[in-house]
T-cell receptor
Framework: DTAVSQTPKYLVTQMGNDKSIKCEQNLGHDTMYWYKQDSKKFLKIMFS???????INETVPNRFSPKSPDKAHLNLHINSLELGDSAVYFC???????????FGQGTRLTVV | AQTVTQSQPEMSVQEAETVTLSCTYD???????LFWYKQPPSRQMILVIRQEAYKQQNATENRFSVNFQKAAKSFSLKISDSQLGDTAMYFCAPYTDKLIFGTGTRLQVFP
């Protein structure tokens, strides 16, 4: 059973389109994250949710909108995609207070 | 602001040898956690080892151990008896109110 699963694994789309990435965790964790990994492998936190509430928003453009329908799901919707959005996006979950984060397999987004 | 520095962008080691990856961080918190993650070419993020800042004893996990120096805010990872499968990017990641990552060290293990 996959602990943190995100779909799709690969996403190729044209500039200006809108796309979503879905994430689900079955670990019973109360905190979920989105990270962006650029071409230099730098991992930057984008958002963090605790029990469906947004607790961290790291100055991400408002074209990125996370949504957490329940504490097991955290989806990422991106409007008006730009070339610079091309990256690998990771979803992760953990227990609030410092438990290790478990990661999904990543979604490689390519904007052409 | 919390910062993490991994000063070795790339390292290489021969199989069966020992290698140490360095990490320094900055935080004003007293209680926090520290992690090392590995990312092989498959791109999956895998937890290697965890350290609680309130514990003086250094964490050990099989061939992986850390040297945690709280006053110096240093958290290095030692890999003993290196194996080909250890080839990966290694990220140091402190957690205070959020988990942030260093820039990574690319480790290549040679036969």
């Amino acid at each position: 059973d996959t602990a943190v699963s995100q779909t799709p694994k690969y996403l190729v789309t044209q500039m200006g389109n809108d796309k979503s990435i879905k994430c689900e965790q079955n670990l019973g964790h109360d905190t979920m994250y989105w990270y962006k990994q650029d071409s230099k492998k730098f991992l930057k936190i984008m958002f963090s949710y605790n029990n469906k509430e947004l607790i961290i928003n790291e100055t991400v453009p408002n074209r990125f909108s996370p949504k957490s329908p329940d504490k097991a799901h955290l989806n990422l919707h991106i409007n008006s995609l730009e070339l610079g959005d091309s990256a690998v996006y990771f979803c992760a979950s953990s227990q609030m207070g410092g438990g290790e984060a478990f990661f999904g397999q990543g979604t490689r987004l390519t904007v052409v | 602001a919390q910062t993490v520095t991994q000063s070795q962008p790339e390292m290489s080691v021969q199989e069966a040898e020992t290698v140490t990856l360095s990490c320094t961080y900055d935080t004003s918190e007293n209680n926090y956690y520290l992690f090392w993650y590995k990312q092989p070419p498959s791109r999956q993020m895998i937890l290697v080892i965890r350290q609680e800042a309130y514990k003086q004893q250094n964490a050990t996990e099989n061939r992986f151990s850390v040297n945690f120096q709280k006053a110096a805010k240093s958290f290095s990872l030692k890999i003993s008896d290196s194996q080909l499968g250890d080839t990966a990017m290694y990220f140091c990641a402190p957690y205070t109110d959020k988990l942030i990552f260093g820039t990574g060290t690319r480790l290549q293990v040679f036969p």
